[in-house]
């Protein structure tokens, strides 16, 4: 039997700044994409864009007015929707 041991990448904090989505991970590294490459990102008003949260434990994003959630690995991996 084999145990695999994998690092959880996790945000600890999410905002916008002029329509891209901007993410500090735990390790001090910081990632971003634009707005316009996620389907229902991409018609959200400037507020809905900033109503996003992080969710379980940082490991996602969650924008609650646009029932749309990303992960953290997702969007490292070029998965943004």
Known sequence: MFLVSEDVIRAEK???EDRWICIRLQDEREIRFP???NKRLAKATTEQLAEVELICDGTGL???SLDEDLSVMGILAGRVG
Do not use: D, E, N
């Open 14 to 16: 999410v905002w916008i």
């Open 35 to 37: 707005a316009h490459k």
């Open 62 to 64: 969650h924008w609650p």
